[in-house]
């Protein structure tokens, strides 16, 4: 007979594999999902939330369930400290058993407890890329909400989801790309048709338009397509 703990990691194995046989869309939908399925899978939480940290210090949630995951991201966006940001920065995972009692980020804790019914927080690095980092956190508003157990299943729950969340970014990524070669491709053709020239010497024209105007090669195709003349560049 399998213990709580057992069937608690079996459900978030299922999820897992669940996860990564139907990938979301975006990465939009993905952090929906992501957030739902912690709330549903994980015992103490009774809400979640994704906070973006951007390179330029600019906090953004992206999702969330109810308002106050925005409301406590807000807040450390205006005080530069509170956990989630933290966890985000830091590439480390922050636990709050009880607002009332926490000494760090007391700025942050303050307001918390003013405008939020927020009394546990658990917050776990999400993904780390070139222009921002995010974190995956958990709330309640019972103080020592998450037991070991639970603090286990989210950090397990980060990891599947940050696999899920970067498969996605890539697929959107592959599918900019193919979108940018295509729109490139008609420009090429309307350049050849318009100006009688080779396929080498249309993409150069666009390449030297592209550096004489500052100007990305797709962008400048798109404007092209667009207008639907080469004299329109």
């Not at 079996?10 to 999820?15: S, V």
């Not at 804790?109 to 980092?133: E, G, K």
């Not at 993409?203 to 798109?222: K, P, V, Y």
């Amino acid at each position: 007979m399998g213990t709580a703990r057992d069937d608690g990691y079996r459900r978030l194995a299922d999820l897992a594999h669940e996860m990564s046989q139907h990938l979301p869309d975006t990465t939009a939908t993905a952090f929906d999902d992501l957030i739902a399925g912690a709330v549903t899978h994980i015992r103490a939480a009774q809400y979640a939330g994704v906070t973006v940290v951007a390179t330029d210090g600019a906090v953004t949630t992206p999702a969330s369930t109810g308002d106050h995951p925005r409301t406590l991201d807000a807040l450390q966006q205006q005080h530069r400290q509170g956990p989630c940001f933290d966890a985000a920065t830091d590439h480390d995972s922050y636990f709050i058993a009880d607002l009332h009692t926490e000494t760090r980020w007391p700025r942050f804790c303050s307001d918390a407890l003013s405008y939020t019914p927020i009394r546990a927080i658990a917050s776990y690095q999400l993904f780390n890329t070139h222009n921002s980092v995010g974190a995956l956190n958990l709330y309640a508003e019972d103080p020592n909400a998450f037991n070991q157990h639970d603090r286990d299943l989210g950090y397990i729950f980060a990891a599947h989801a940050a696999i899920v969340w970067a498969a996605v970014e890539r697929g959107e990524q592959f599918r900019s790309a193919l979108a940018s070669r295509d729109i490139i491709g008609q420009a090429k053709g309307m350049i050849m048709e318009r100006y009688n020239l080779g396929p080498i010497q249309a993409f150069e024209l666009l390449r030297r338009l592209s550096q004489e105007t500052n100007t990305r090669i797709a962008d400048l195709a798109q404007r092209l397509v667009n207008n639907e003349h080469p004299d329109s560049l």
